[in-house]
């Protein structure tokens, strides 16, 4: 019995390898627009779509970063500015973009643009430091699609969005976490809505990766910004030897960050090249051995875990 049932998962994976290598023909005919282009995966999967021959239409949020990106590209990739909180801006650059696909659609969209900081001890917080972070990475990616979803569903074409591991595991407070559970919840009500059209839905869940987001030195600011302006009673309450535990903790993450940006650009590709394109794509050694066998764990375990390894307030329990 066992015997039949390794033969049979084994005929799974080489069926699924099969599938998954299918590629779409005419790449170099289809334009695929992409958020967040002035570093980081963004700018790294422009290059490398640029490389094979796409059309890509590549949104920055500055002209320094979209000058630098055309100097490194061919002239078949284009820039545009954009802003994806400023609905003026979202409605430009949907015009722009239409101007430039045509009758032929727009073949993918890939939502990347993202911001990590403000991040911390719930508590530290206010609403404005949660709303920051939700209008980049979740209402802006939500009104972007909107925007564009007349033009993939035109080409039958592909969405592409850049969620994360904290998508599946809340490690800390702040809007990140809540942004990328969002980002999971809409691109599953997003790719049951679209599949009546052809077109395909994907989500990416990268693991921890170098990037600007993940910079040690970004993420102690903000940490030490919040612990500033807060209160005399939180600061009592959590004490010092916590900001200085919690600044350990973040220091030190530069050091556990993949460098190698092209686990998660190689799985943004696939997405939008595949014939047979995944779901989810979980990128990164800890996203697939740590984060997403603990998203499965019952809470319990992972709230025991969490409350073991973290730092501790001055007057806990």
Known sequence: MWLYLVALVGLWNLLRLFRERQVVSHLQDKYVFITGCDSGFGNLLARQLDRRGMRVLAACLTEKGAEELRNRTSDRLETVILDVTKTESIVAATQWVKERVGNRGLWGLVNNAGISVPSGPTEWLNKQDFAEVLDVNLLGMIEVTLNMLPSV?????????VSSVMGRVSCF???????????EAFSDCLRRD??????????IEPGYFKTGSSRSDLLMSCVKRLWDRASPEVREVYGEKYLSSNLTVLKSLDRKCTADLSLVTDCMEHALTSCHPRTRYSAGWDAKLFFLPMSYLPS??????FYWTSPKPAKAL
Not at 153 to 160: E, L, Q, Y
Not at 173 to 183: R, T
Not at 194 to 203: D, E, N, P, T
């Open 194 to 203: 679209l599949s009546y059209f052809g077109v395909k839905v994907a989500i």
């Open 173 to 183: 407070g702040g809007g990140y976490c809540i942004s990328k559970y969002g980002v």
């Open 300 to 305: 319990a375990l992972v709230d025991a875990f």
């Open 153 to 161: 569903r035109k080409a039958r074409g592909r969405v592409v969005n």
